[in-house]
């Protein structure tokens, strides 16, 4: 289990209350698809994704990225209990949606530039080391269930 | 790709030992480990005197890998030996530099740190990496 501190469990918090998901969640796999085209695999049936203004304009993309982010709020709920609380989206992710877990760490690289942007002076160094120490706990238990 | 970085570069390098010194600061905060390599250094605190000339010293590297951007392996000979016979700095923490290099310019060039510019200075430096750690074997 992960230990958090005070101080940490409060950045988070923080973080999410402040946070406009529709603006990041967009941006954020708008983003990722166009850093690492590699990812616009799993996205062929979401209509164009041509280039780079094609990913930006996508609604579907935009869409998607918002529902995304907002399955970050399971960890936000559960702190201590990160790993069961993924244990059906893992599943999901390698069972039906067959997602390498390697795009795990792209994603959550891309949405802390992301954020980083958007925070600005907030977004300090020890802001910064606990949203990653956040997103690397929800990500190995995106990975625990593949088999 | 490189003119994207190079026209990038153009806006951001008269704070370039600013960003070389919060991306070093920031991973020595988010990724301890990177610490290993500095226990040379009194102070590895955010804003101390080493973090902050060392970080400009990293920025000058980046401006020459800048101006060398058609051919790094060969520009950045000296900078590889360097890093190859006499730093040994394990090659996996220059996507660690990397990341919080981006960060940086994220966070301070917020409207001019696109998807485009983003992309391209990822792969610029993956280059720059890949250049330092010709000579590692």
């Known amino acids: 289990m992960v230990a958090w501190s005070e101080q ?3 950045i988070i918090a923080n973080l999410f209350s402040n946070l406009d998901y529709e603006d990041v969640g967009a941006k954020a796999l708008t983003r990722c698809l166009i850093v690492y ?6 996205f062929g049936g979401f209509g164009n ?16 990225g918002v529902k995304i982010l907002h399955g970050l709020d399971r960890a936000l709920k559960n702190m201590d209990n990160i790993k069961e609380t993924y244990a059906e989206l893992s599943v999901l992710h390698s069972e039906k949606l067959h997602v390498d877990p390697d795009n795990f760490k792209l994603l959550s690289d891309v949405l802390t530039i992301v ?19 956040f997103l690397a706990v929800v990500v190995s238990a995106l990975g625990k269930q593949y088999q | ?38 226990s040379h250094w009194k102070d590895l605190n955010p804003g101390s005197a080493p973090v902050m000339m060392h970080g400009a010293v990293i920025m000058e590297g980046v401006a020459d890998a800048v101006a060398k951007i058609d051919n790094l392996t060969d520009g950045l000979d ?13 090659p996996a923490n220059f996507k660690v530099l990397s990341h919080n290099l981006m960060v940086v310019m994220a966070n301070q060039f917020p409207n001019d740190f696109s ?9 610029f430096l993956a280059l720059v990496a890949l250049a330092l750690s010709e000579k590692y074997r």
């Open chain 1, 49 to 64: 994704l041509y280039n780079a203004e094609a990913i930006k304009m996508n609604p579907n993309i935009a869409a998607h």
């Open chain 2, 115 to 123: 998807p485009e510019v983003h992309v391209a200075m990822d792969k």
């Open chain 1, 8 to 10: 940490e469990r409060s």
């Open chain 1, 115 to 133: 954020i980083a942007a958007k925070l600005g002076t907030d977004f300090t160094p020890e802001v910064q080391a606990t949203f990653q120490k």
């Open chain 2, 1 to 38: 790709m490189s003119d994207t970085v190079r026209a990038f570069w153009a806006k951001v390098s008269p704070k370039a030992a600013d960003i070389g010194a919060g991306a070093l600061c920031r991973m020595l905060v988010v990724y301890p480990q990177t610490k290993t390599y500095f």
């Open chain 1, 37 to 42: 085209p590699w990812t616009q695999r799993y």
């Open chain 2, 78 to 90: 000296q900078l590889s030996q360097l890093h190859a016979f006499t730093l040994r700095v394990d």
